[in-house]
């Protein structure tokens, strides 16, 4: 059972290049998320999902774009990195509203 | 705007005594409470929850406790161990809103000392 898989684990870019941070999960999750975690700040939510085609935004959306066609993966995408958004990020599931939510490792990134 | 709060960015407890975390709360539609562990390197794991139909929760050496009236919860673990050392986050979410969205503490970083 893998669980939620996120990749890569590691990335360095460039100022105003762009990427796409993947997560997969195979538990059948309908609710995903994206969080970033930088120092003192805890995790901060980006942008949510609550089943397939619908998305939302959290409190930290600037900067990211999200979509969700199928019920296992939800990208994050980075249309032009700033060295702002250098951190790592957190996608997350869960099945329904009332059941904890399952985390991935991480990606650490770093923007220079 | 935080509506999950912990106060204390590190707590520093000898091997075998308790730990004490804690964490506030300002919204009131607040229903369901969690705590997550997170090593360096790694994504959080979750480790306990309440309900606000109850004030205790226990699950082997932790213990969550919930005042409701002080917008209130706390995470003990008794005894603590080496390996408890971790960042915890506190978590909290209203399970009758329909978008389903958890709010985080800032965190709270335990060590444990032998």
């Known amino acids: 059972n893998a669980g939620v898989t996120q990749t890569p684990k590691f990335q360095v870019l460039k100022t105003g290049q762009s990427m796409t941070l993947q997560c997969a999960q195979d538990?059948?999750?309908?609710?995903m998320s994206w969080y970033r975690q930088d120092p003192g700040m805890g995790l901060r939510l980006i942008h949510y999902?609550?089943?397939?085609?619908?998305?939302d935004q959290g409190e930290v959306p600037n900067g990211y774009n999200v979509s969700r066609s199928t019920t296992e993966d939800f990208p994050l995408r980075l249309l032009s990195a700033a060295p702002s958004q250098t951190s790592v990020y957190f996608c997350?599931?869960?099945?329904?509203?009332?059941?904890?939510?399952?985390f991935g490792d991480g990606t650490r990134l770093s923007i220079l | 705007d935080q509506q999950v709060k912990q106060n204390s960015p590190s707590l520093s407890v000898q091997e075998g005594r308790i730990s004490i975390l804690n964490c506030d709360y300002t919204n009131s539609m607040f229903d369901y409470f969690l705590w997550y562990k997170k090593y360096p390197a790694e994504g959080p794991t979750f480790l306990i929850s309440?309900?606000?139909?109850?004030d205790k929760n226990e699950d082997g050496r932790f213990t969550v406790f919930l005042n409701k009236s002080a917008k209130h919860l706390s995470l003990h673990i008794v005894p603590s161990q080496p390996g408890d050392s971790a960042v915890y986050f506190c978590a909290a979410h209203d399970r009758g809103s329909t978008l389903g969205r958890l709010y985080f503490g800032r965190g709270t970083q335990l060590t444990v000392w032998p």
């Open positions: 997350a599931s869960r099945r329904s509203n009332n059941q904890p939510q399952h």
């Open positions: 538990m059948n999750h309908e609710y």
């Open positions: 999902s609550v089943g397939a085609g619908i998305t």
């Open positions: 309440i309900s606000s139909i109850k």
